[in-house]
């Protein structure tokens, strides 16, 4: 998808496939809208007052509007105007993208970025745009017999006409979330492609894919013997289980060295469990081929790092991906056994369905090498964060007010929310064993709560953050596929940082 803006004031002489213009729920016309109405005869208004209502995201498209030379006029609902916000605005950018993607056209016109919103820039609403627009558009045929390439979108351009003194911060803005976009879209197609295809392996090689085409991007894929090599006695446990050959992904996306932090690089974490059938404590078969997406943060990781090195940001990020499978077999862990990690902590295998915080627990003490500003593991971890915030908001948790602060912000900022949960000591206790330093299970009792507290032992060398991602990063039902998410709060979170 291409992004650009143009200046004009003679909207209704813009030749294009579509034009978006916005109409508030109350019948109130956009000043764009406006504009096209008056040159159309009050076409407009007497479709908005005979049909449409406005409400946020819905779209009605009108055609051959008399005096307006855009082939269609696309109404676009932006609610109420009182309650208009960046949500709506993304809603509605969204929402025309869909329509022009559902009428197969290639390119098309918005006009909703020059919308003011209170306390939202034009950077901040071209940048969502953007992202709203690429989500819209995202289509996957990948393992499809012969994939239906009418079906595939046409829409490969969207202008966004913006007044003159806005043209620099909406250029910033489209070009930052066109590279979130194109992020996302990697993320989501290695969410969607099945366990067989991506496998850790595969990660490994998509890693090298991206260090190829960026050239800030290093990349070092580890096997099994030099894992063994670091001691990632926890790591290696869930792999032993699989025939599929671990991959531990080192990326490195390094700034210019006039500008490099002299308080170390950002440390992201993904946890790449590219199929979990839960291990010995085998998980139910209803909804078991959605463990594919066990990989999402390490997607998110990979995504992440696409987007950056797009847009070449001057800080040094580092990501760490462990990558396994974690299935039954006479070589799988058993409920019982007990690992030593690699920071030389033992743990009591309770559950070996608890397998992401075995993987995570390696790579966060591997973490401690590059001296980091910050850590930030990312993973699908419990159920127990869906039961307590459901699909809406990334559970968040951290011992560092100040971290977490930013990546709250972030969240906000991005449309990508998450939502601090506690980490108080007396949670830790859930986690005693008679038998090892720790257990890896701390009860059904706030299961996300002891599985960050969990993580939190092998994270004390640096400010730490946890994002369980297993309510957003992908829908279930009629709607299954990978979301995408935390991508935007993360790169919202490192532009802040840059």
Same mark, same amino acid.
């Given at each position: ?17 579509? !034009? ?10 956009? #000043? ?11 076409? &407009? ?28 006029? &696309?109404?676009?609902? !932006? ?6 916000? *960046? ?21 098309? &016109?918005?006009?909703?970025? *020059?919308? #003011? ?28 017999? =012969? ?22 911060? %909406? ?7 066109? %590279? ?19 496998? #850790? ?30 001691? $990632? ?25 006039? =500008? ?34 066990? $990989? ?20 040094? &990020? ?48 591997? *973490? ?62 859930? !986690? ?47 709607? =299954?596929? *990978? ?16």
């Amino acid at each position: 998808m291409e992004f650009s803006t143009q200046t004009t004031a003679s909207l209704h002489q813009i030749k294009t496939a579509a !034009l978006a213009v916005g109409v508030y729920a109350d019948g109130e016309l956009s #000043p764009a809208a406006d504009v096209i109405d008056r040159a159309s005869n009050n076409a &407009v208004r007497n479709v908005v007052k005979a049909e449409f209502r406005g409400r946020a995201g819905t779209t009605l498209v009108l055609r051959a509007l008399p005096g307006v030379s855009a082939q269609r006029v &696309v109404l676009v609902g !932006l609610g109420k105007q009182n309650e208009y916000n *960046a949500r709506a605005h993304a809603a509605a950018e969204q929402g025309f993208a869909a329509a022009c993607v559902a009428a197969r056209v290639a390119e098309a &016109v918005s006009t909703l970025a *020059a919308n #003011p919103i209170a306390d939202t820039a034009m950077r901040a609403r071209a940048r969502s745009a953007a992202i709203a627009a690429g989500t819209a558009s995202y289509h996957y045929d990948a393992t499809f017999g =012969k994939p239906d390439r009418e079906a595939r979108p046409k829409l490969k351009k969207i202008t966004q006409v913006v007044e003159r003194g806005d043209t620099a911060q %909406a250029q910033q803005g489209l070009r930052e979330g066109g %590279a979130i976009a194109r992020g996302m879209e990697l993320t989501r197609t290695l969410g969607n492609l099945p366990g067989n295809v991506c496998t #850790p392996t595969y990660l490994g090689d998509t890693a090298k894919k991206l260090a190829r085409e960026f050239k800030s991007l290093k990349v070092e894929v580890l096997d099994r013997k030099q894992v063994e090599a670091l001691g $990632m006695g926890s790591f290696l446990s869930v792999a032993r289980g699989s025939d599929e050959p671990l991959r531990f992904i080192v990326l490195r996306h390094a700034a210019k060295p006039a =500008k490099k932090s002299k308080s170390g690089p950002v440390v992201l974490v993904g946890k790449g469990i590219t199929f979990d059938a839960g291990g010995i404590s085998l998980k139910p078969a209803a909804t078991m081929d959605e463990m594919k997406y066990d $990989m999402c943060g390490a997607a998110s990781v990979l995504g992440t790092f696409r987007a950056l090195a797009e847009l070449e940001l001057p800080l040094d &990020v580092v990501g760490l991906i462990a990558a396994c499978e974690n299935l039954p077999s006479g070589k799988a862990n058993k409920p019982g056994d007990i690992v030593t990690s690699m920071s030389g902590q033992t743990i009591e295998i309770l559950n070996t369905d608890a397998e992401g915080r075995l993987v995570l627990c390696d790579a966060l003490t591997y *973490a401690e090498r590059f001296k980091p500003s910050a850590v930030v593991d990312i993973a699908t971890l419990t159920g127990a964060c869906v039961v307590a915030l459901g699909h809406v908001n990334t559970g968040l948790f951290s011992q560092d007010d100040t971290l977490a602060d930013a990546l709250l912000a972030a969240g906000r900022q991005a449309l990508d929310t998450a939502w601090r949960m506690p980490m108080d000591d007396a949670y830790q206790d859930q !986690l005693k064993s008679n038998f090892a330093d720790m257990a890896n299970i701390g009860g059904p009792p706030a299961g996300s709560v002891t599985a960050a507290c969990f993580l939190s032992r092998f994270a004390k060398a640096y400010r730490w953050a946890h994002l369980d991602i297993a309510g957003t990063a992908w829908r279930s039902g009629k709607d =299954k596929g *990978a979301t995408g998410r935390p991508v935007p709060l993360l790169m919202q979170f490192l532009l802040d940082q840059a």
